[in-house]
């Protein structure tokens, strides 16, 4: 009998839980009888049902690897038997059906994580997958999740990040403190940090010698600095070198007061904003806080009777507040005391009996209103008539006001101070009510040489000469 071998070639698709199969061979036709009168063909075998077939590989010997395991299941259906030979001398019988070819119905896992295949012969085998590879992470360096806030070691919080596959992983800070090796300090004490996350320990207040040294943590805390008098009745200030923003002033030093506030004692000092002063300070001497970082306006003492040349000159901060009383007893304030303070405003106790103001605070006068002492550069005034009972311009009066265009000088003034409107760079005219007698000092031949009152009567050049000199005094005012 001759057999037909067919090898049918499969589309292998994949599907979620099920695989489509490979379609069975029909089976052979019955032989005819071999005597007598020939027998009725077998009826052909019954097709196979369609088998299923996963997306793997076939075997050399045509056998289906699943996985990498080969199962016992060939990748073609088989062949269906031969039909049986009729009887002699009669006719045939029919030819036994074919069997049907057997593929696979589906494959899915089961709850094992095993392959599961159900054949089309309802038989079924369960294949055990090889063991996945595991991933082997590789973490980076540990990164401070909560940064910038305010917790200590034990509840900062860190996480790594796998560079194969991005997963994170996390913990908490460290179990307990790096403290430093060295102490921290202010004005006041000094304590521990956390090198982690800048806690603090073992606060305590600095242990001061003489020298206002610290004996506990070995740092200069220093302070105000005094000195005695060579007759040693009082004691002024003479510098600073402490820490702090606020500086006291002590009223006794050695057992004798202190009055004064010496030259230059916090000039160029910026550490320091305010100052509290006793109710002995007397003097302020020359340049005492020039170009300092005094901000809040002092409460000068009541003792106080002298303010000294720029004493507090270049004092950008004060006036931020409130304006700077001058108190009762105050008889004496020296040029430019306040010079490019850009926002003071003066405040004169009404029982003071030497100054008084005008403007709101902006001019200080003598109290008689006889001596113009102070314009504030920071006058926002374009033009500005000196009041007729002024005799006296003193020096740097209108100095670096850039807002001043024109000034009218009455005949009553005898005398303009050295520099007196140095800096007036906007100030175009002048006008002199009394334009016969002026001597420029400039001049070095006796009390200076008179001014030609054709230069003084005119405006533009008046104004020039006034900017540029030295001075200007009238000749029955020379003193």
Same mark, same amino acid.
């Given at each position: ?30 032989? #005819? ?64 059906? $074919? ?60 996480? #790594? ?36 996350? $800048? ?212 005949? #009553? ?67």
């Amino acid at each position: 009998m001759r057999k037909k071998l067919i090898l049918s070639l499969c589309m292998i698709v994949m599907a979620s839980v099920a695989l489509v199969g490979c379609k069975g061979e029909k089976g052979d036709k019955g032989d #005819s009888g071999a005597q007598g009168i020939q027998g009725v063909q077998g009826v052909p075998g019954t097709p196979g049902e369609d088998g299923v077939t996963p997306t793997l590989e076939i075997s050399n010997d045509g056998y289906w690897v699943i996985n990498g395991t080969k199962t016992d299941c060939k990748a073609i259906g088989q062949d269906g038997e031969d039909g049986k030979n009729g009887a002699n001398g009669t006719n045939g019988a029919n030819g036994v059906n $074919g069997k049907d070819g057997r593929g696979i119905r589906s494959v899915e896992y089961d709850g094992m994580g095993n392959l599961k295949i159900v054949y089309t012969d309802n038989t079924e085998q369960t294949v055990p997958l090889p063991d996945k590879e595991e991933h082997v992470h590789t973490y980076g360096d540990w990164t401070l999740y909560n940064i910038g806030a305010d917790v200590s070691c034990t509840e900062k919080i860190y996480y #790594s990040v796998c560079s194969q596959c991005n997963e994170m992983k996390w913990k908490k800070g460290a179990e307990s403190h790096v403290w430093s090796a060295t102490y921290t300090y202010d004005e006041y004490a000094h304590w521990y940090v956390c090198e982690t996350c $800048g806690g603090k320990t073992a606060r305590e207040d600095h242990t001061l010698n003489d020298d206002k040294d610290c004996t506990v943590c070995q740092q200069h805390i220093g302070g105000v600095q005094y000195e005695l008098s060579e007759d040693k009745t009082y004691a002024k200030v003479v510098g600073y070198d402490g820490l702090a923003w606020k500086a006291t002033i002590e009223r006794e030093y050695q057992g004798v007061p202190v009055t004064h506030v010496g030259e230059g004692a916090f000039m160029g000092n910026y550490t320091v904003s305010r100052v509290e002063f006793p109710d002995t300070i007397t003097t302020i001497e020359d340049f005492a806080f020039f170009d300092s970082g005094l901000a809040y306006d002092p409460e000068l003492p009541s003792s106080l009777t002298t303010i000294g040349e720029y004493a507090f000159a270049y004092c950008d901060g004060l006036g931020l507040n409130t304006s700077v009383k001058i108190p009762a007893a105050v008889t004496s304030i020296g040029v430019g005391a306040f010079d490019h303070c850009l926002h003071i405003e003066l405040s004169i106790d009404e029982n003071n009996r030497t100054y008084t103001t005008q403007n709101d605070g902006n001019i200080l006068f003598s109290k008689d209103m006889t001596t113009l002492y102070w314009y504030n550069q920071e006058l926002n005034i374009q033009e500005y008539a000196v009041p007729e009972t002024v005799t006296k311009i003193a020096s740097y009066a209108f100095a670096g006001n850039i807002y001043l265009h024109k000034v009218i000088i009455p005949a #009553s003034v005898t005398y303009i101070g050295a520099n007196s409107f140095e800096g007036c760079k906007n100030l175009k005219s002048a006008v002199f009510g009394e334009v016969e007698g002026w001597r420029d000092s400039r001049k070095k031949d006796g009390a200076g040489s008179a001014i030609d009152p054709i230069i003084v009567s005119n405006v533009e050049s008046a104004a020039t000469l006034l900017r540029y000199s030295t001075y200007l005094k009238r000749t029955e005012n020379e003193a």
